[in-house]
C-alpha cells in the first residue's frame, strides 16, 4: 500500500497526500528580503506536495540572519509572496510560511544600522555567518530587556497577519536548529534571571507566547511549529533536553495546533516515539526520510506525514517519483543558496509522458483506505477503446464496496479503483473497433469497477457517443442511474402501462429516471422521498410523493403492481403489504430480497448489464430536452473520497460527479 499518496488531515486542510515539502533555506530574494520571480516557478514546481512548508522567512529586519533570504514585514515583501502562494494554489497545492527570526545566529552587516544580533542572553556562538561579504565570524549578540521580548512576540504576531494577506494557508514557528526560540529554550544560551530563564518553564515560555500571538491571528489549526531536539545546530545545547523536550510538547497539546513537526538527525533518544503521544494534532516527521521509511513511519502509526528536503529540492515531481518507484534526481549541494536559476528551478521533472492515477482502496474500512495511486497505462484489447476520463459518476455501490459491505458478492483483488461510470474522450482504439475514432466524446458504464481513472480501456459496445449539446459531467450522470433504473422497471420489473409503480428514495440518481421513464410509459408514480424534494419529484412526473419521514408509505400507497427498491432494510419488508395480488418488488438495495421474499410473492434481486444501444437512446432524450438529468454536486478529482463519503452518510438529491 503506498500510505504516502493518501490523503491526511492537517488542521483545517485535507492535504492530497503525506509528503511534506521541508523548509529550506534557499536565498534568492533581494537585498531588501524580497522574492523573485524564480521563486514562484521554483514553489509552483513542487506543488504536488500534501503540504509546501517555505523557506524561513524573518519576522521583522531584527530577524534575518542570512543573505538573500526573504521577509514578510514590508508590502513589497507580501506582494512577491502573493504570486508564489497564486501559483502554489493554481496547482491545488497548499503552502504554510515557515517564521523564523534567526536571533543571534546573525551578523551587523545585514541588520538596521549595523545594529547587534538579538538574543535571550549576551553568549557568542561558535561559527560563522552568511554574509554578502562571505563567511564572517559570528559577534557577541545583545541580550533582550524583559519589556523587550514582548515586541519580538508582536512581530510574530504582525508577521503571520502579513503571511495570511498573502495568501498562505498558514504558518509554521522556526523553533529549532538554533534559532532565537530554541536560544530560549536550551540552557546553554539561556542564563536569564527574569520570567524567560532558568526553569524549563521559564525557558519554554517565549516559544509559547509566540504561538499565543500567531495563533490569535491565524487560529490554532492553522498554525504548525518545528522542534529538532539535539540537532545541535548553530552551537546550541541543553542540559536536560529529554525533560525539555517533554515539557514543551506537553503544552502544546492543548493549543490546537495543526501539527507537530519533529525533525531528528543524531540523538540515540527515540523522540518520535516519546513526544508523539504526548501531541494531539498531526505529527510530521521528518530528518533523513526515504521513500522506504516514510511509508513503513506512517503504516507503524508513528507519523501522519513525512517531511522530504532535499529529494523535493532536487525532484520536483516527488510525490510521483515516490508513486512509480523512479529514480531520483541527486541534490548539488553547491548551488543550495546560489542565486540565480541554476540549482534552483532546472532540476527535471519526469518526461511529459500522461501518467495515469487512480482512486484506489487498499483495505476495506472508511475513508482512510482509499487514495489516488501512479497506475500502469492502459492499452486497449481488441474490441475496446482507451478513453481519457472527464468525469465520472458518484454510486452507492462505491461505498458498499470500500466498507466490505458486499466483498461476498463482488470479490476483488486489492488494491482496486473505484467507479462504474465515466465520461470523457476516446485517445486509442484497440482492433476490431469501427464504431469510435481517436478525439470522439463517448460515455459509458462499465459494467465493473475502474471508471475513477485518468486513463481507462472499455469495450466500445459499453459506450455510447456523447451528444453535443451535453456536456461531459452531465453525461457522466447518466450510464449507471439510467441504465438501472430503464432495465430495472422494464426488463426485470416487466412494468405495463396502465399499472402503479411506487419508487422508494426516488430522488436519488436511479430515483430521478425511474420516475421519468415510469411517467413516459403510462404509469401511476408514486414516490417516497424526504419532503425537501417534493417539487423536484412532482416535476419529473410523480403523481404522489410520499415524505417518509412524516407518512408511513403503507398508509398511502395501495394496490401496487411494482416497487422498485432502492432503499433496502425495513422499507422492503414493509413493502410487500402494499402489492396487489400479482404485484411484484425489484430490488437494488437487498441482496438477499430472495431470502426476505414471504410465500406466494416476487422479489427479485435486479444487477445491470451494459448496453450502448440503450444509452444511446437515452442520451438523445437528454439532448433532446425529454429527460433531465438531476446533478447534486461537481467535486474535483482530490474531493472524490469525501463525495462518496457523503453518498454514504446522505446526500443532495441526484448524482455526484467527479471532475478529472
Not at 521554483?42 to 503540504?51: D, V
Not at 523587550?148 to 495568501?167: H, P
Not at 476516446?426 to 469510435?436: I, M, P
Not at 474531493?639 to 443532495?652: C, S, V
Request: proline letters at 6%; one cysteine or more; a negative charge.
Amino acid at each position: 500500500m503506498n500510505t504516502l499518496s493518501t490523503a491526511v488531515q492537517i488542521g483545517r486542510y485535507t492535504l492530497r497526500n503525506r509528503m511534506v515539502m521541508a523548509p529550506m533555506t534557499r536565498s534568492r530574494a533581494n537585498d531588501d528580503g524580497v522574492q523573485s520571480e524564480l521563486a514562484v516557478t521554483y514553489y509552483r514546481q513542487r506543488a504536488t506536495a500534501g503540504l509546501i512548508v517555505t523557506e524561513g522567512v524573518f519576522p521583522s529586519a531584527m530577524g534575518k540572519g542570512y543573505v538573500r533570504t526573504p521577509g514578510i514585514y514590508s508590502d513589497e515583501q507580501v506582494a512577491a509572496w502573493k504570486k508564489v502562494t497564486e501559483a502554489v494554489h493554481a496547482e491545488g497545492g497548499r503552502i504554510f510560511m515557515q517564521l523564523m527570526h534567526t536571533g543571534r545566529i546573525s551578523h551587523p552587516s545585514m541588520l538596521p544600522g549595523g545594529a547587534l544580533p538579538v538574543a535571550p542572553s549576551a553568549i557568542k556562538p561558535a561559527g560563522q555567518s552568511f554574509t554578502a561579504a562571505g563567511m564572517m565570524d559570528y559577534v557577541t549578540p545583545r541580550a533582550l530587556e524583559t519589556a523587550e521580548v514582548a515586541d519580538v512576540v508582536a512581530e510574530y504576531r504582525q508577521a503571520t497577519r502579513r503571511a495570511l494577506e498573502a495568501g498562505f494557508d498558514g504558518v509554521e514557528l522556526h523553533a529549532a536548529s538554533g534559532y532565537l526560540p530554541e536560544q530560549f529554550l536550551a540552557s546553554g544560551s539561556n542564563q536569564r534571571s527574569d520570567q524567560y530563564g532558568g526553569s524549563i518553564p521559564n525557558r519554554a515560555r517565549f516559544i509559547l507566547e509566540v504561538l499565543g500571538a500567531m495563533i490569535a491571528e491565524a487560529g490554532g489549526d492553522r498554525v504548525g511549529i518545528k522542534i529538532s531536539p539535539e540537532m545541535g545546530f548553530n552551537d546550541i545545547k541543553d542540559d536536560t533536553p529529554v525533560e525539555t523536550y517533554t515539557y514543551l510538547v506537553r503544552q502544546l497539546a492543548p493549543l490546537g495546533l495543526a501539527y507537530l513537526h519533529v525533525a531528528k538527525f543524531q540523538p540515540e533518544y527515540d523522540y518520535h516515539g516519546a513526544l508523539r503521544p504526548l501531541f494531539n494534532g498531526a505529527y510530521i516527521l521528518g530528518g533523513g526520510q526515504t521513500r522506504e521509511s516514510g511509508e513503513q513511519r506512517i503504516a507503524a502509526g508513528e507519523a501522519d506525514a513525512v517531511a522530504y528536503g532535499s529529494a523535493f529540492l532536487a525532484n520536483p515531481d516527488l510525490p510521483r517519483r515516490f508513486a512509480l518507484n523512479a529514480p531520483l534526481n541527486t541534490p548539488n549541494p553547491a548551488l543550495f543558496y546560489a542565486p540565480g536559476a541554476q540549482g534552483y528551478i532546472d532540476y527535471p521533472a519526469l518526461d511529459d509522458t500522461p501518467s495515469n492515477r487512480a482512486l484506489r482502496i487498499h483495505a476495506y474500512g472508511g475513508v482512510e483506505v482509499m487514495g489516488w495511486d501512479e497506475v500502469p497505462m492502459p492499452q486497449p484489447g481488441p474490441g475496446e477503446v482507451m478513453v481519457r476520463v472527464a468525469a465520472a459518476g458518484v454510486n452507492g455501490l462505491d461505498w458498499k464496496i470500500r466498507d466490505g459491505l458486499v466483498k461476498d458478492i463482488f470479490q476483488l483483488p486489492l488494491p482496486a479503483t473505484l467507479g462504474l461510470e465515466l465520461a470523457g474522450e476516446v485517445v486509442a482504439v484497440g482492433d476490431g473497433v469501427d464504431s469510435f475514432v481517436a478525439g470522439d466524446r463517448v460515455f459509458g458504464a462499465l459494467g465493473g469497477l475502474g471508471a475513477y481513472a485518468s486513463y481507462v480501456a472499455v469495450a466500445a459496445s459499453k459506450l455510447a457517443p456523447t451528444p453535443a449539446a451535453i456536456e461531459d459531467a452531465t453525461a457522466a450522470a447518466i450510464p449507471v442511474a439510467s441504465m438501472t433504473a430503464w432495465q430495472a422497471l422494464f426488463e426485470t420489473g416487466q412494468l405495463q402501462r396502465g399499472e402503479t409503480v411506487l419508487i422508494h428514495g426516488a430522488a436519488g440518481g436511479v430515483g430521478s429516471y425511474a420516475v421519468q421513464f415510469a411517467k413516459q410509459a403510462g404509469v401511476r408514480v408514486l414516490a417516497t422521498a424526504q419532503g425537501r424534494n417534493a417539487d423536484l419529484l412532482r416535476s419529473l412526473g410523480a403523481d404522489e410523493v410520499i415524505d417518509y419521514k412524516t407518512t408511513r408509505f403503507e398508509d398511502v400507497a395501495k394496490d401496487v403492481d411494482l416497487v422498485f427498491d432502492l432503499v433496502g432494510g425495513e422499507t422492503l419488508d414493509r413493502s410487500w403489504q402494499v402489492l396487489s395480488p400479482q404485484g411484484r418488488i425489484v430490488s437494488i438495495a437487498a441482496p438477499d430480497i430472495v431470502q426476505r421474499t414471504p410465500a406466494g410473492r416476487r422479489g427479485t434481486w435486479h444487477t445491470t448489464h451494459p448496453d450502448g444501444e440503450l444509452l444511446a437512446r437515452i442520451a438523445k432524450q437528454v439532448a433532446n430536452g425529454e429527460l433531465t438529468v438531476v446533478v447534486s454536486e461537481l467535486v474535483a478529482a482530490g474531493e472524490a473520497a469525501a463525495a462518496i463519503e457523503r453518498n454514504k452518510t446522505g446526500h443532495g438529491a441526484g448524482k455526484t460527479v467527479i471532475c478529472f
